[in-house]
């Protein structure tokens, strides 16, 4: 069936550090991509999105591509800051899904000063 | 626009008793989603509305939950003879429909402590 499998965490890194998480899925056909943020005591927030396979989403400094042949969509940001805190759900959706998201176990990242 | 609302945002009810949440999605879009989410865990897809029709409905919505959305505007979620199992976040999230594989918006949550 379709599933996501993200990386565990949690994960703690200082500021300006590189940040990877990382991200594969399992979906027939040609799913859409996504990342998804939870800020402490907010919603999920749409991060970034891909659509079609070698696509490159990005937003706030964060990027994903959609990789196809490897099946992985992996977050990365080059130097995460304090208030990059958050838990990060990758997700997809598929052509039969009507768009309904299925996704990971989210990983929660922690940014030290 | 405000957004995608949800109330209440925490309920707290005893086993065994019924509980409402409410959603009101952004007004232009005419999907609208809900999820739960456990501790620890992704969202999990419950069910879908497209306009004032439930489209889809999980395994995960058993008998016990019910969905409306009457109007096609906002939507009710309610759980009967509410079980520990039933704590949880329980999502809301709203599309146009064109644009449900785009990502869609999602409400902060109601938190539910069955007791």
């Known amino acids: 069936g379709n599933s996501v499998t993200q990386m565990e965490g949690p994960v703690t890194l200082s500021e300006e550090a590189f940040l990877t998480i990382n991200c594969t899925y399992t979906?027939?056909?040609?799913?859409?991509l996504f990342w998804y943020v939870q800020y402490p005591g907010e919603g999920l927030q749409l991060l970034l999105k891909?659509?079609?396979?070698?696509d490159k989403g990005s937003n706030k400094g964060f990027e994903a591509t959609y990789r196809k042949e490897t099946t992985s969509f992996h977050l990365e940001k080059g130097s995460v800051q304090v208030s990059d805190s958050a838990v990060y759900f990758c997700?997809?959706?598929?052509?039969?899904?009507?768009?309904?998201?299925?996704f990971g176990k989210g990983t929660k990242l922690s940014v030290k000063p | 626009d405000t957004g995608v609302s949800q109330n209440p945002r925490h309920k707290i009810t005893k086993r065994g008793q019924n509980v409402t949440f409410r959603c009101d999605p952004i007004?232009?879009?005419?999907?609208l989603y809900w999820y739960r989410q456990t501790l620890g865990q992704g969202p999990e897809f419950l069910t879908y509305?497209?306009?004032?029709?439930?489209?889809?409905k999980s395994r995960l919505l058993s008998d016990r939950f019910s969905a409306e959305r009457p109007k096609g505007s906002f939507s009710t979620l309610e759980i009967q003879r509410t079980e520990q199992g039933d704590s949880a976040m329980y999502l809301c999230?709203?599309?146009?429909?064109?644009?449900?594989?785009?990502?869609?918006?999602f409400g902060s949550g109601t938190r539910l402590t069955v007791v």
């Open positions: 999230a709203s599309s146009f429909s064109t644009g449900a594989f785009y990502g869609y918006t």
């Open positions: 891909a659509t079609k396979a070698d």
């Open positions: 007004s232009e879009h005419n999907r």
């Open positions: 509305f497209q306009n004032e029709a439930q489209l889809e």
């Open positions: 979906a027939t056909g040609y799913p859409s």
């Open positions: 997700a997809l959706t598929y052509g039969g899904s009507q768009g309904n998201l299925i």
